[in-house]
């Protein structure tokens, strides 16, 4: 496999910030204490997907409420100003840092997350971490809207920018934009099909990617 660019997700893969949102989302539903677990375990089972459409699915679904645009809009905002600072100042997913100081150099880098763009890009300006990469997406776009973006302004194919994520909506994504995904997982349990590849480490993922 001929390798042109690599695509990251950002939160459990670049910043181990996945326990920042979880707690965010615990903090956002207090109120709904017959419900918490419930939207908590559908959060967690729905990593990289926008926030919004996860209120949106949350309150038709599991709340049965009516979601307005404005409280839409209400709780995005309360919610970034829970995960803004905490994202910023939260540890390097291990070898993560040292990872995009390598190859940042030899090939263009490529970021499509959940998070909403300016905040993500917020995040990666506050951190020093804008000029390790090319390009940072973040919703509203899909990220198959972003891999297919990417891919036809770049023009390369999909098999030449490997996905890493760390959860199934990444995978899907890769799926759907027939890019090349790697799993990363901490755990052996990572929730991906049985024929996924999964990486562990950076050390790992460099193997994968580099080893002929």
């Known amino acids: 496999m001929t390798i042109k660019a690599i695509l990251f997700d950002f939160d459990g893969v670049i910043v181990d910030s996945v326990n920042v949102?979880?707690?965010?989302f615990r903090e956002l539903f207090s109120n709904e204490k017959e419900h918490l677990?419930?939207?908590?375990?559908?959060?967690?089972?729905?990593?990289?997907?926008s926030r919004f459409v996860k209120f949106e699915i949350?309150?038709?679904?599991i709340l049965k409420k009516p979601l307005t645009k404005e409280l839409s809009?209400?709780?995005?905002?309360?919610?970034?100003k829970l995960v803004m600072q905490k994202v910023i100042e939260c540890e390097y997913m291990p070898g993560a840092l040292e990872f995009l100081q390598k190859?940042?150099?030899?090939?263009?880098?490529?970021?499509?997350?959940?998070t909403p763009q300016d905040e993500l890009k917020t995040i990666t300006a506050k951190r020093d971490l804008t000029n390790y990469f090319k390009e940072i997406?973040?919703?509203p776009r899909s990220k198959p809207e972003i891999i297919h973006d990417i891919l036809e302004r770049h023009k390369m194919q999909p098999k030449e920018m490997p996905f890493i994520g760390?959860?199934?909506n990444d995978y899907k994504a890769a799926i759907e934009t027939k890019t090349p995904f790697y799993g990363y997982a901490q755990t052996s349990e990572?929730?991906?099909p049985a024929h996924t590849k999964v990486v562990h480490s950076f050390q790992e993922l460099e193997s994968a990617l580099f080893t002929k």
């Open 190 to 192: 990572n929730g991906f």
């Open 37 to 49: 677990q419930t939207i908590i375990n559908f959060h967690l089972a729905n990593g990289g997907m």
């Open 73 to 80: 809009q209400e709780l995005g905002e309360r919610f970034s």
């Open 166 to 168: 760390d959860a199934i």
């Open 137 to 139: 997406h973040g919703t």
């Open 58 to 61: 949350i309150y038709r679904e």
């Open 21 to 24: 949102k979880t707690e965010a």
């Open 103 to 114: 190859y940042s150099n030899q090939l263009p880098l490529f970021i499509a997350s959940g």
